[in-house]
């Protein structure tokens, strides 16, 4: 007689994952977008977009207005109604207008150089571990981030220092931004440790490795932290106003554009030639939305040479999935 054991198999257990209808699904944002959600992504963009565009059409559109198409528009011209450049023609062969221009682009320009030059200079020397107190020079740099001198002692110490009236105070007091230092300087610390070492076997120096190495492989930030200091320089108009006297020849764009629109002032001494005989010949919307116009056309034309640069630069250093 032969006894034959069966063993009896029992079911694995299930996991708590699988007990539960519905938890092994895809994450939501690997689902297929639904019709609904496509539209609504779509009518916010547009919102969005409109939301920029019109304004600055209703701008455009008013600086090339004539009189009769602002009075019958009631101020601001939505709708084509009888275009001119008369606005645009009148400011830039008037004085006050065509110096600010030449006064703003070169501050732009010196400042965004010696801000780049400063910023990189810094950054990179933070950015090498064994460079002689970069630890204690971090420190102090992010403080100054936290905690400022104020306007008072900045005031004094400018001044005290023959800057009332110089060009150079409306750069100097702020050329440096911590921020951007601390941007580049995480970029250059994760440029390719390989490239540097082979770099310093063929006998270069820190300043080839950073001119001929890291600059080349860090065009994207470099691009960025220019693009931020050169808007930055353009749109200042503050400092104008501590550091510069009432003479309309020394003032920069922006701030014949604060003076002139949002105060409804006209630029002392400019009674001849200037906003005051202006306002007489073209109505003073199209003046005021000319001036607008001006001081966003440079960086109109400017961005999309860096726009490519810009994108990659802002996602430096971004998770990604």
């Known amino acids: 007689m032969t006894l034959t054991l069966t063993r009896t198999q029992t079911p694995a257990p299930r996991s708590?994952?699988?007990?539960?209808?519905?938890?092994?699904?895809?994450?939501?944002?690997e689902d297929k977008p639904t019709a609904l959600g496509q539209g609504l992504k779509g009518g916010v963009l547009v919102l969005v977009v409109a939301s920029v565009m019109v304004p600055l059409w209703i701008v455009v559109l008013t600086s090339?207005?004539?009189?009769?198409?602002?009075?019958?528009?009631?101020?601001?011209?939505?709708?084509?109604?009888?275009?001119?450049?008369?606005?645009?023609?009148?400011?830039?062969?008037?004085?006050?207008?065509?110096?600010?221009?030449?006064?703003?682009?070169?501050?732009?320009?010196?400042?965004?150089?010696?801000s780049m030059v400063l910023s990189v200079l810094c950054a990179y020397g933070l950015s090498r571990s064994r460079s002689f107190g970069h630890r204690p020079i971090l420190l102090l740099l992010i403080i100054t981030m936290f905690v400022s001198g104020g306007?008072?002692?900045?005031?004094?110490?400018?001044?005290?220092?023959?800057?009332?009236?110089?060009?150079?105070?409306?750069?100097?007091?702020?050329?440096?931004?911590?921020?951007?230092?601390?941007?580049?300087?995480?970029?250059?610390?994760?440029?390719?440790?390989?490239?540097i070492d082979a770099a310093r076997i063929d006998g270069a120096g820190d300043w080839r490795i950073l001119w001929s190495v890291v600059l080349p492989t860090s065009r994207a930030v470099t691009a960025v932290i220019t693009l931020f200091y050169a808007v930055g320089y353009w749109n200042a108009f503050f400092n104008v106003m501590l550091y510069m006297p009432t003479e309309s020849t020394k003032w920069p764009l922006q701030y014949v554009l604060l003076q002139y629109v949002n105060n409804g002032m006209t630029i002392p001494g400019a009674?001849?030639?200037?906003?005051?005989?202006?306002?007489?010949?073209?109505?003073?919307?199209?003046?005021?939305?000319?001036?607008?116009?001006?001081?966003?056309?440079?960086?109109?034309?400017?961005?999309?040479?860096?726009?490519?640069?810009?994108?990659?630069?802002?996602?430096t250093g971004a998770i990604k999935g």
Request: proline share 7%.
């Open 16 to 29: 708590p994952a699988a007990r539960r209808p519905g938890r092994n699904r895809r994450p939501v944002w």
């Open 271 to 315: 009674s001849n030639g200037g906003f005051g005989s202006l306002q007489t010949q073209t109505a003073p919307q199209s003046l005021q939305m000319a001036v607008v116009v001006l001081t966003l056309v440079p960086i109109v034309v400017v961005y999309p040479f860096l726009q490519k640069h810009f994108r990659a630069g802002m996602l």
């Open 64 to 114: 090339l207005s004539t009189p009769g198409a602002i009075n019958r528009a009631g101020g601001m011209v939505l709708w084509p109604d009888g275009l001119t450049g008369d606005a645009y023609r009148q400011i830039l062969t008037d004085g006050p207008v065509t110096r600010s221009i030449l006064v703003s682009l070169g501050i732009t320009v010196v400042g965004t150089a010696v």
């Open 151 to 195: 306007l008072i002692p900045t005031y004094l110490v400018v001044t005290g220092l023959g800057g009332y009236g110089r060009y150079w105070a409306l750069i100097l007091p702020g050329a440096v931004s911590v921020f951007n230092i601390l941007v580049l300087r995480a970029f250059y610390s994760s440029t390719a440790a390989d490239l």
